[in-house]
């Protein structure tokens, strides 16, 4: 009988075993943000990503709640009557006002573009909530696709008509020179004359791509950076300290790239951006075009083209923006559409913005995925945005990633479905981004060398943690041949989702850290975003809400083992340890 006893015992420890948390060698218990091992490796502290660093958006802001539908503005929710002067100028007042929400009622909202604005609807104000009823009751729906040519439903930016550049110097000074480099991330600046800098100056750290610079980050005999999108590296940043005596700044979000003298390193001014303002709670449906036949790669250079009607046109835009923030919103099939087309091109678009919030949102089927930036379901070229709780079907890129600005970029706990082309890191060496706990089905992740298009070294020190996939396209799950390191840190899958590719080559030494593949469901902590913004904010990971898979806490991960001695099978050990896993994996359903 005891004999039966010690082999369940054995059994039972053994099983709890294989289901032992396992912690990536660069992410000890003691690990600090900034600090690079021998090797040079270092996880990036991507915990400032989304609406003021990392905290919830608001489900209200402050100042008056105006119903569109009630006078002087009477928005008609029936969907018969154009309601885009209704709804505008009830965003104007509230904006005008000093902020509040401006609450569309359960219906469908019939809009067109106005000739003078690169948008539908425009929140050029702080502090100004576009909300709905729900996702289910309250639709935008756009009505006709003739003029949404590189225009959004929506759009959150200081100016309805100039595009935001954070390459744009918006001074006539040459800027305030950096009198050491910066090598590993900091939120210490030291420059020539901090009297010159006050509290709460928005900048950009910039520095130019220098022949030395160029050369350092060789690129293929046949190919070239482009230009007209890597003339600098930028950092949009907000100065919180200055230090006229030691002749420093500390600015909000540690830096990400290296910054050096050499490359004409310095802070620059920029605009104020607009801040606090957001969209929350409807759905938005676009017609399509209906405009030829021909729907190939190149169209959107052919006039008379679906493609070119449709080039870039958006649901959701944030250009030049603060703090700001979509959720629970929906795009949806409007039934004018003879196709299964929920949006012309792109889903929502983050531009020149950072820390946006992007969660719960549900975005499907874009009309045209050709060249030149369409079909993008979640598009980010701002940095710091977090996309939390999303789903993306049968985008050309479902989540894509792109130029030098786009940093410290999280995806979390979200989903790719249906991808034409991989959801990647997709040009420009973006540096710091994550995938955290982003599953796909039919759809591939990338951070790698694109010898394409001139898209050259697409990332740096970026991130894939806990990845998971099902069906996977081009035979494999993950695949990081990044500029100096990468990293993807444990994966799930079966078949082709079982394989991460890290081949090295075209000037990427070296090789990628890749880590516990097949063994995702035992990373701990399970989401690396998580428990660094515990870690900075003291705050408790585990309550993040909603968290549908937080990390356990407490002896949930630690390893069990067995004391036998003297014919006594210590038999606590096994219930203890058998408790866990349960707990473990009740934690992992949710």
């Known amino acids: 009988m005891l004999g039966w006893v010690l082999l369940a015992g054995l059994t039972s420890a053994a099983a709890v075993g294989t289901h032992a948390p396992l912690r990536s060698e660069l992410y000890p218990e003691d690990w600090q943000p900034g600090v690079p091992d021998d090797a040079g490796r270092l996880l990036p502290d991507v915990s400032y990503a989304g609406y003021r660093y990392g905290q919830e ?133 030291h420059v020539a004359d901090a009297e010159s800098l006050a509290v709460g100056d928005w900048v950009v750290v910039r520095a130019e791509t220098t022949a030395q610079w160029l050369a350092e980050h060789p690129v293929a005999e046949d190919q070239r950076w482009d230009e007209d999108t890597l003339d600098a590296l930028v950092l949009h940043r907000r100065v919180t ?13 540690p830096t990400r790239l290296p910054l050096l003298r050499r490359d004409e390193a310095r802070l620059v001014a920029v605009l104020e951006p607009l801040v606090g303002s957001g969209v929350a709670d409807l759905a938005i449906g676009m017609r399509q075009s209906e405009r030829g036949e021909r729907d190939p790669e190149e169209d959107h250079e052919r006039r008379g083209t679906a493609g070119h009607e449709a080039h870039q046109a958006t649901a959701v835009t944030f250009n030049g923006v603060v703090d700001g923030w979509v959720q629970g919103v929906r795009s949806y099939r409007p039934p004018e559409n003879e196709d299964d087309v929920h949006l012309l091109s792109v889903g ?19 009309q045209y995925r050709g060249a030149g930036g369409n079909g993008y379901l979640v598009h980010l070229m701002g940095s710091d945005t977090l996309v939390r709780d999303a789903v993306a079907v049968g985008g050309r890129h479902n989540y894509l990633v792109q130029g030098v600005q786009a940093t410290g970029n999280v995806v979390l706990e979200s989903r790719a479905v249906d991808g034409e082309r991989a959801t990647e890191l997709h040009r420009h060496l973006s540096a710091a981004n994550l995938f955290d706990n982003l599953s796909v089905e039919r759809d591939t992740l990338e951070m790698t060398y694109r010898r394409a298009s001139n898209h050259a070294h697409s990332a740096t020190e970026s991130v894939m943690w806990n990845v998971s996939g099902e069906d996977c396209t081009r035979g494999r799950l993950a695949v990081s041949r990044q500029y100096g390191w990468g990293y993807v840190i444990g994966t799930s899958g079966t078949g082709d989702c079982a394989r991460v590719e890290n081949p090295g080559g075209a000037g990427t030494e070296p090789r990628d850290w890749v880590e516990h593949v097949g063994d995702g469901d035992r990373l701990e902590p399970r989401s690396l975003y998580l428990d660094q913004l515990a870690r900075r904010t003291g705050a408790d990971a585990t309550s993040a809400p909603p968290a549908p898979s937080p990390e356990p806490t407490g002896d949930d991960g630690a390893p ?13 050990a096994v219930a203890a340890g058998a408790l866990a896993l349960a707990r473990r994996r009740r934690v992992d359903s949710t």
């Open 348 to 366: 929502i678009y983050v531009r020149d913005a950072r820390n946006i919030t992007v969660r719960d949102v549900d975005l499907r089927r874009p």
């Open 560 to 572: 069990v083992g067995l004391l036998v001695g003297g014919g006594v099978l210590l038999l606590a």
């Open 241 to 253: 300290a200055v230090d006229t005596a030691a002749d420093t700044v500390e600015i909000d979000i």
């Open 57 to 189: 958006p608001p489900a209200n802001v402050p100042g008056p709640v105006v119903d569109v539908t009630d006078p002087p503005y009477g928005a008609d929710p029936s969907g018969e009557e154009d309601a885009t002067a209704a709804i505008q100028r009830a965003l104007d007042d509230v904006g005008a006002a000093g902020g509040g929400t401006v609450h569309l009622p359960a219906g469908t909202y019939r809009v067109e573009p106005p000739d003078d604005s690169r948008a539908v609807l425009h929140i050029g104000y702080d502090g100004v909530l576009l909300r709905g009823a729900g996702a289910a009751a309250t639709r935008l729906y756009n009505a006709t696709a003739r003029d949404m040519r590189e225009r959004a439903v929506v759009l959150l930016a200081p100016d309805r008509r100039d595009r935001v550049s954070w390459h744009e110097e918006h001074t006539a000074a040459a800027g305030l020179r950096l009198t050491r480099d910066v090598r590993t991330p900091t939120r210490t600046l």
